[in-house]
């Protein structure tokens, strides 16, 4: 075959995507694409595959499984109903939210007009939902802490002993209906709140499937998660090191599958050392990052730009799974 530029091994396929060269193996495996070999056997994706990897990426976004996936290139448009519904209604969603905001806006603007002088409560509400305020915990010495609503999925990291996990608890304590998920999760509770109820069953197995074909290795750890994140019981989720107990892989289908949920899809707040789960170039315009800083300074609403504030600090901090498996067992002691 050329070796034409215009032939992309694996990995440039995977950046051009947006995908992974995990993903396009499992794609492979599953006889969706078939890329060219190199005189060498290297695999090879030209045009016309990347076309057809496009469309396979393109699909499983809308949250489509790897079967779905095979019957709508094969002619079946069947699936495309029910993920095109609920991609639908997530928009709509969004654009309500957006309508509400530029009617305040239009309102304020209609109130200079007239001569009145917007109150601090209406210039407050153009930015959104009501802020989060709440006195810092220790390591902290009380400062007082504000910030905007949080994103559908928002972010919580820190080096070793910066106080990451106490700044989430409070998190918790102050988001309405928020539930606190431990990092020492009770594997008995998760598997008989799910026996106890079929629907909650029936999606933590629908995500299941969904993760194993994009890589994920099944254990405990990731069965349990689901059960939480899959419940319908609480407002929003805060989960302590939600990287604890996945590999890599797992890591990579989990960080893909949580980012596919939707505008309308509750909060979650993650505690994360892994840059597999927090990956910096892809994350989207509904997800916020909080960086703890090791010197016990207010934690840091970073926006993932190189040069942005705390960007740096915050990129060092974060480690792939093999670092963080070296580290999995160190605590650090704060005194006060």
């Keep these: 075959m050329s070796t034409s530029a215009e032939y992309l091994n694996p990995a440039e396929a995977a950046r051009r995507l947006g995908a992974s060269a995990k993903a396009l193996r499992i794609y492979e495996q599953h006889g969706l694409i078939a890329p060219l070999r190199t005189s060498v056997g290297w695999r090879a994706y030209g045009p016309k595959e990347m076309a057809r990897a496009a469309e396979i990426v393109g699909l499983r976004a809308l949250g489509l499984t790897l079967a779905a996936v095979a019957r709508v290139l094969d002619g079946d448009p069947a699936d495309l109903e029910p993920a095109l519904a ?7 969603a969004r654009i309500r939210q957006l309508a509400d905001a530029a009617a305040n806006i239009r ?8 001569g009145q002088a917007p109150t601090a409560g209406a210039l407050a509400g153009l930015i959104g939902p009501p802020a989060i305020a709440f006195d810092l915990p220790l390591p902290w010495g009380g400062e007082r802490f ?3 609503a949080l994103g559908q999925l928002t972010y919580v990291t820190g080096p070793l002993g910066s106080g990451k996990t106490r700044f989430a608890e409070r998190l918790a304590e102050v ?10 999760r009770d594997r008995d509770a998760a598997l008989g709140r799910r026996a106890a109820d079929p629907a909650l069953e029936a999606r933590v197995e629908a995500a299941l499937e969904w993760l194993a074909e994009d890589g994920a290795t099944r254990t405990d750890a990731l069965d349990i998660l689901l059960v939480h994140l899959e419940a319908d019981t609480a407002a929003a989720v805060v ?3 939600i990287e604890h ?7 990579a289908a989990l960080a893909a599958y949580l980012r596919r949920r939707g505008a309308a899809a509750r909060p979650l707040v993650l505690l994360t050392r892994s840059n597999v789960i927090l990956d910096l170039c892809a994350v989207g315009p ?3 990052i909080f960086y703890c800083p090791a010197n016990h300074s207010a934690p ?3 926006t993932p730009v190189p040069g942005a504030p705390g960007y740096e600090a915050l990129a060092s901090c974060l480690a792939s799974p093999q670092v963080r498996a070296r580290t999995a067992g160190m605590t650090v002691t704060v005194a006060g």
């Design 146 to 148: 504000e910030t905007a």
């Design 245 to 251: 107990g996945l590999d890599e892989p797992t890591q």
């Design 175 to 184: 988001l309405p209906g928020a539930a606190y998920l431990e990092l020492d």
């Design 107 to 114: 309102g304020v603007r209609a109130s200079l007009a007239s």
């Design 86 to 92: 609920a991609q639908q209604a997530s928009l709509e």
């Design 286 to 288: 509904d997800e916020t």
């Design 300 to 302: 840091i609403r970073v």
């Design 239 to 241: 989960v302590d090191l």
